[in-house]
């Protein structure tokens, strides 16, 4: 079982840290692959597509480069939600399942619901104003986590991240552009979706998970208490949830 995990807006698979070893010894069988969106992490170099189809056709081929056939299970947060979204829709079956992490789409809920409006000017001075990456990660990790006290730990891990491959303002204005662009069709994938979201998710509003649910008719599972990073909060309850999902299909 071949699981690709994609994350979020201006993130890379450096911010899994070591959740998808955790995962994979939970789940025997399953080899995860972690993709970095173009313009992130490794790919720091390359324009981000100002179009989520066209980073799933990224994916889809730098697979395929790497030798990794479908098909595929898809895990992924945020803007790699929404990529995963659309590659659901254009797989003709190559994707064969999918985990949905606090993700948002356009056409089911508000902007304001999206990115709640209390995170408009701590994320604009991350984007225009903050220089120092242990002051950007900082605010990263209290805007994403509602433990992060006890995660403080991964601030120099990500500030070592953002050195190594530091993304662009072009770039992470350009991720938002492709984020906000992105309509969903109205029927749901042909494929099945497993929704995980964080009832206190102080970035993204758990109505837009909701909202999709609903609007999908799948399978969801909500947090009480963790934030927007989930697999960084509770990365126990994120893996248990998805083999009680795989021993139902």
């Given at each position: 079982m071949l699981w690709i995990f994609l994350r979020g807006l201006t993130r890379e698979t450096a911010h899994?840290?070591?959740f998808p070893n955790y995962f994979q010894q939970a789940l025997p069988g399953s080899k995860v692959i972690c993709l970095d969106l173009p313009g992130n992490g490794e790919l720091h170099h390359m324009t981000s597509p100002m179009s989520i189809p066209t980073m799933v056709?990224?994916?889809?081929?730098?697979?395929?480069?790497?030798?990794h056939p479908p098909p595929y299970f898809l895990l992924a947060m945020s803007l790699g939600a929404m990529v995963a979204t659309e590659w659901s829709y254009c797989s003709n079956g190559e994707v064969k399942g999918c985990v949905l992490m606090n993700s948002s789409l356009g056409k089911f809920s508000p902007f304001y619901r999206r990115m709640r409006p209390r995170n408009y000017l701590p994320l604009l001075r991350l984007v225009l104003l903050t220089q120092n990456p242990s002051d950007a990660e900082r605010i990263i990790l209290q805007l994403t986590s509602n433990r992060a006290a006890q995660r403080a730990q991964v601030i120099d891990e990500w500030v070592q991240a953002r050195i190594k491959h530091p993304v662009s303002r072009v770039n992470a204005l350009r991720q938002v552009v492709a984020a906000l662009r992105y309509r969903v069709r109205s029927r749901a994938p042909d494929t099945d979706v497993l929704i995980l979201s964080s009832e206190q998710d102080s970035l993204v509003h758990v109505d837009c998970s909701l909202a999709i649910a609903s609007r999908w008719k799948c399978t969801m599972q909500l947090h009480p208490i963790a934030g927007h990073d989930l697999a960084l909060d509770d990365p126990n309850w994120v893996i248990e949830k998805v083999q009680r999902w795989l021993a139902r299909q």
């Open positions: 899994w840290g070591s056709t990224y994916c889809r081929n730098e697979l395929i480069k790497r030798g």
